[in-house]
């Protein structure tokens, strides 16, 4: 990938959601932004490869995607009343330290979880507005043609124009019934911008820190809903540790090497407080589960300090909220930590095939036989676990491992233990 | 079956715990144990915003604050769906908050 085409797709995902969200603001017309920022990003393609990637590439597509904007109205001869309003307030911006006001992303958000779209088709709108996913990935992550995607996405939208979905905060009871979907939306949004499953990076941190304001600003609009605290909490005790988690080199640290000491200690209570206040309201959930796993590792202060006990009866919790195979490779993870790798292994192969495609299945498997002893078998799983992964991070900390393998099954004795 | 567990705290007793840790690991070891339990669960504001209706004869008399002369508040309560009332007393005394509470375990009455 050229420098041009990286830069444009860093910018992409990090200010395309911004562009449609304050264009849609601007314009009352969500289709419009969308299409407006759309053709910006054509431009940048056609143009920053032989032009060069401009000073300010998040400028030059807001100016751009407003030109854009005004040629489609101009075009639709609509523009008369709305130019006007594209004229004024196009450079305001939100104050992340003031509280109260709400991001028009959020907005943007709930407008995509709209009822009257399916499920699937909220998430997708949501991805592509708010990450800048394309329609291939789209249609990628789905399982499904490019063109069916985009006749999805097209229809989707028609929709939000004719049902004249308002650009807004739903109020009461409304905001409740799309709130599964909001959740869902900004945490993929932090899991993409905590570990990216993209080669171009391995972390995305602005799009972390994203994810956690919104969070935020959803818990002042909903601070008695557990599970809002709980997504809050959840992305912020990964925030507190992600200092420790890559190296120098940008290789990826185990839980279990971490240097506990860079971990963000005040940050971590503040948390666990706020998680404690959601959970003793007696309404389990998905993203409290998660968040409490999370707070078990983030409050020992050693590894071998480890509530495993705890931890995997949190498991239990959660794969009875929702049941998922991933999950299940975690619960079995801390079984091996409570009980032994003999244990964990037996986990492990009692969850038949539905992870076999899955890198960290194999990974787990690989550090489970370690543990007994098998290390040739060991290393076949962690060569298994590298093909099926992209990671750069993931990738190299599992060449290492490989190496180790083969350097132990040589006779050389052990490197690094 | 279903129960209600009725959590009650008293005024002057009550401490929060000892540390933030040891609160968190407890509130959420019980939260843990509540799997696939809870039918309802209402959390109560503290007792100084609620408001007391009583009668005096016929006419009701409207007063700011708890009842005055109790010495415990309810401070929530979680509705479970267990196979046995031990269960649901179990469930109770893993509750992470101590000094100063009591867990009432009623039967929720149906049909």
Redesign the interface.
């Given at each position: 990938m050229n420098e041009a085409s990286q830069a444009l797709e860093q910018y992409v995902r990090d200010e395309s959601a911004r562009l449609v969200a304050s264009l849609t603001r601007q314009l009352g017309d969500f289709d419009l932004a969308e299409e407006s920022v759309q053709d910006a990003i054509l431009e940048a393609l056609s143009h920053w490869p032989a032009s060069g990637v401009p000073k300010e590439p998040g400028a030059w597509l807001r100016v751009t995607a407003r030109r854009k904007a005004t040629d489609r109205l101009r075009r639709e001869a609509r523009y008369r009343d709305r130019l006007q309003v594209l004229g004024k307030s196009l450079e305001r911006t939100v104050d992340p330290d003031q509280p109260g006001v709400i991001d028009d992303r959020l907005v943007l958000i709930f407008m995509c979880c709209h009822p009257t779209l399916s499920r699937e088709v909220q998430v997708a709108l949501t991805l592509r507005s708010l990450l800048g996913v394309t329609t291939a990935q789209l249609a990628k992550a789905f399982l499904t043609s490019d063109a069916t995607m985009t006749r999805r996405i097209v229809r989707a939208k028609r929709k939000i124009v004719e049902a004249g979905i308002p650009f807004a905060i739903p109020s009461g009871d409304e905001i409740r019934g799309r709130l599964s979907e909001v959740l869902t939306s900004i945490y993929v949004m932090f899991n993409e911008g905590y570990l990216s499953a993209g080669p171009a990076t391995s972390q995305r941190e602005e799009l972390a820190n994203d994810a956690e304001w919104l969070a935020g600003l959803l818990r002042q609009l909903l601070p008695e809903e557990p599970e809002v605290t709980g997504l809050l909490a959840l992305i912020r005790l990964h925030q507190a540790r992600r200092r420790a988690r890559f190296d120098d080199r940008g290789e990826i640290v185990l839980m279990k090497d971490q240097d506990r000491s860079v971990w963000d200690r005040p940050a971590i209570n503040a948390a666990i407080e706020l998680l404690t206040s959601a959970l003793r309201m007696g309404q389990p959930g998905f993203y409290q589960a998660q968040a409490a796993i999370a707070g078990c590792h983030a409050v020992a202060a050693r590894w071998e300090d480890t509530n495993w006990e705890l931890i995997v009866n949190l498991y239990d919790q959660l794969l009875s909220i929702a049941d998922s195979p991933i999950a299940a490779l975690n619960r079995a993870i801390a079984i091996e930590y409570r009980d032994g790798p003999e244990a964990g292994l037996a986990e492990l192969d009692s969850m038949g095939k539905s992870l076999d495609s899955y890198h960290l299945f194999h990974a787990a498997r690989a550090q489970m036989l370690r543990g007994m002893g098998r290390s040739s078998e060991a290393a076949d799983e962690d060569r298994l676990a590298s093909k099926l992964t992209s990671n750069p991070a993931e990738l190299s900390l599992l060449q290492r491992r490989i190496e180790d393998e083969t350097f132990i099954k040589d006779g050389h004795g052990h490197r690094r233990q | 079956m279903k129960y209600a567990m009725v959590i009650l705290r008293d005024k002057e007793e009550w401490q929060p715990l000892s540390t933030?840790?040891l609160?968190?690991?407890l509130?959420?070891?019980?939260?843990?144990?509540?799997?696939?339990k809870?039918v309802a669960?209402v959390?109560l504001g503290l007792p100084d915003e609620s408001t007391t209706v009583t009668w005096r004869g016929d006419q009701p008399v409207v007063t700011d604050g708890p009842y005055v002369e109790a010495k415990e508040t309810v401070g929530?309560i979680?509705v479970v769906d267990v196979g046995s009332a031990q269960e649901a007393i179990e469930l109770a005394t893993t509750f992470?908050s101590r000094v100063g509470i009591r867990i009432e375990v009623r039967p929720v009455l149906e049909g």
């Open positions: - | 933030e840790q609160d968190f690991e509130t959420a070891g019980w939260w843990a144990g509540l799997k696939g809870v669960s959390r929530g979680v992470p």
